[in-house]
């Protein structure tokens, strides 16, 4: 793919340093140490779209094997066809509201690699999004300001009044959506690690059991 970030795992290069360099020889808080993703494997929620897609799109093309899930699976392919570059994206139809969904997901990933290194928990839903600019008591209207955040009404000319700002916060949602905008990005989001713990675990031994290895291969007992 054009534009996009070389790969340590074949370039060899860091993007903090344009000269190859030899990773075994820096100092456990050097960048590059610090920011290498390289061998990754990481599950994003919400992946297909937004911070999500570009979470996965910046962790994919320097090294990592990413996981987006999300409720559509179209888009998540869609996602995954346009931002591979190196076919390390791949896309899990889930729901983070749904537990047999979830436990689908793990069995998923453990059957391909069998552990993870990092969970993003990025899934959330947008409701009662206020329409923008605000009316206020002071300030004139002005109708041809874009909505924000997106997606948000644009709303109608009218009278700037104390009573047009109270009713544009109190018209612009129900109190369902916001109990449903609360379960998902906060209670349901929060459920989601548990479901993971065994694959967290088995990637946090697997990675300490390397680490262990380099360090005896650089530092040799001399009794052995």
Known sequence: MSGSFPSPSTSGMSLLDPDPIDMRTLPPLHPSNLFDVEGLVVVITGGGTG???????????????????????????????????????????????????LLNVVEEVRSRHGYIDLLINNAGIARNLYPHPLPSPSDEVNVGSPPSPPASPARSPNVPSIKAFQNALWDCGSPEDFAETFLTNAIFDGNVWPFHFQTLQLGSRDRLTIRLMFYRSRHPDPSD
């Open 51 to 101: 911070i999500g897609l570009m979470m996965a799109r910046a962790l994919e093309n320097n090294g990592a094997s990413v996981y987006i899930v999300g409720r559509r699976l179209e888009v998540l392919e869609r996602a995954a066809a346009e931002n591979n570059n190196f076919d390390k994206i791949f896309p899990i139809e889930g729901d983070v509201t749904d537990r047999d969904s």
